[in-house]
């Protein structure tokens, strides 16, 4: 197992720590985090150690792939696995911060069908020989959706001191992102799509 691939694992094990600390039911055995008073608001600190994982996570998806590339070592193994990894950690936050009440749910209701529909496309691609690309309004959309997260967790500080809502604003246009993006990868791909197959 090569480094990419290795930091690829710790971005799953940093998920599952992520999940650990936001759903598991701490209290039970006595143990809570502490709050922290900010602007008229009481801080989970739960969420900022999560939000602190969240980012490390991110982190790693970078440096595998940029390491992978750099020194050839591009496996088949770590494909798959970055691909799980990246799914797992960016579906895991939103469908928890949706269900903590953080963010409206239809963000990740239509994020992750977007991802579904996609990856189908991608497969279907794959599956006839060609690879399918990252595109640009894919790219904007994760770029969004990573900083909306990041900063949902830190309670939208510091730009909740002057009422801004930034992280509500990345997280909608990086919906609105997902719609568009999948959009262009279905227009690009579906004579390949319903290309049929030749007779033999």
């Not at 595998?64 to 494909?79: E, H, S």
């Not at 749910?105 to 529909?117: E, H, K, N």
């Amino acid at each position: 197992m090569n480094l990419p691939t290795k930091l690829t694992m710790l971005r799953i094990i940093l998920t599952v720590v992520m999940i650990i600390i936001l759903i598991f039911p701490f209290y039970l055995l006595g143990v809570s985090f502490p709050q922290i008073y900010v602007s008229g608001v009481y801080i989970k600190t739960e969420y900022l150690v999560a939000g602190v994982i969240f980012m490390l996570a991110s982190l790693t998806d970078f440096f595998d792939g940029y390491l992978a590339r750099k020194n050839n070592q591009v496996t088949d193994l770590g494909k798959m696995l970055d691909a799980i990894a990246d799914k797992a950690l960016v579906n895991t936050a939103l469908i928890i911060l949706s269900y903590k009440g953080f963010i409206p749910v239809v963000v990740p209701v239509v994020i992750i069908f977007r991802d579904i529909i996609v990856d189908a496309i991608k497969m279907e691609a794959s599956s006839k020989g060609k690879v399918v690309a990252a595109i640009k309004s894919g790219k904007i959309k994760t770029a969004s959706m990573m900083v909306g997260l990041v900063l949902t967790f830190f309670y939208n500080l510091p730009f909740e001191l002057w009422n801004i809502r930034v992280a509500d604003f990345l997280l909608y246009f990086a919906t609105i992102m997902s719609i568009i993006s999948m959009i262009e990868y279905f227009n690009l791909n579906k004579k390949l799509i319903f290309k049929e197959e030749e007779q033999i």
